[in-house]
T-cell receptor, first 112, second 114 residues
Framework: DAMVIQNPRYQVTQFGKPVTLSCSQTLNHNVMYWYQQKSSQAPKLLFHYYDKDFNNEADTPDNFQSRRPNTSFCFLDIRSPGLGDAAMYLC???????????FGPGTRLLVL | GDSVTQMEGPVTLSEEAFLTINCTYTATGYPSLFWYVQYPGEGLQLLLKATKADDKGSNKGFEATYRKETTSFHLEKGSVQVSDSAVYFCALSDLSGANSKLTFGKGITLSVRP
């Protein structure tokens, strides 16, 4: 089945220690998105790629970076995680037309 | 800018009760409208969608109709089950740019009692 995969499902890191979350897709979609979701809140878009074009949201902290080496994979790098970065991180994919986004299961990040 | 407003929650119902979750939107163009469901500890799953006025999306017994005149997309189900307990997000898609973004409502938690 075509899908969006996120690894790991749970990630524990230490305050200030860089961490990378990964996302892969078999849907062959042009667009990949990264969201941050805190408890009892809606997902908040951090950035997205349209093919290799990177689009950062205006209020995304510089601490968050992303890489997309090819169509299938996209990474979220948190350079110096703070306690406030503990959250669920959701990857999604989509096409430029239509608007539907398909989400992965998420990675829950815990910062100690 | 675009926005989505969902009714305040949480909502608690008994099994087999009728469900309505209200959603209204503000948008400058002609957005597509979505309902996503999130089960505990999971990502968002697309529940249903509608892409133009008067379209009805439906899935798993849930329905919602795109009402342009009232800018609404209310979610309904005739008989809820315990397994429907989850968080429900209404969203719209801004198609004005080269690639689309979703604007979400705040979400509402539904709990269904046996």
């Amino acid at each position: 089945d075509a899908m969006v995969i996120q690894n790991p499902r749970y990630q524990v890191t230490q305050f200030g220690k860089p961490v990378t979350l990964s996302c892969s897709q078999t849907l062959n979609h042009n667009v990949m998105y990264w969201y941050q979701q805190k408890s009892s809140q809606a997902p908040k878009l951090l950035f997205h790629y349209y093919d290799k074009d990177f689009n950062n949201e205006a209020d995304t902290p510089d601490n968050f970076q992303s890489r997309r080496p090819n169509t299938s994979f996209c990474f979220l790098d948190i350079r110096s995680p703070g306690l406030g970065d503990a959250a669920m991180y959701l990857c999604a994919t989509g096409t430029p037309v239509g608007g539907t986004q398909y989400f992965g299961p998420g990675t829950r990040l815990l910062v100690l | 800018g675009d926005s989505v407003t969902q009714m305040e929650g949480p909502v608690t119902l008994s099994e087999e009760a009728f469900l309505t979750i209200n959603c209204t939107y503000t948008a400058t163009g002609y957005p597509s409208l979505f309902w996503y469901v999130q089960y505990p500890g999971e990502g968002l799953q697309l529940l249903l969608k509608a892409t133009k006025a008067d379209d009805k999306g439906s899935n798993k017994g849930f329905e919602a109709t795109y009402r342009k005149e009232t800018t609404s997309f209310h979610l309904e189900k005739g008989s809820v089950q315990v397994s429907d307990s989850a968080v429900y997000f209404c969203a719209l898609s801004d198609l004005s740019g080269a690639n689309s973004k979703l604007t979400f409502g705040k979400g509402i938690t539904l709990s269904v009692r046996p």
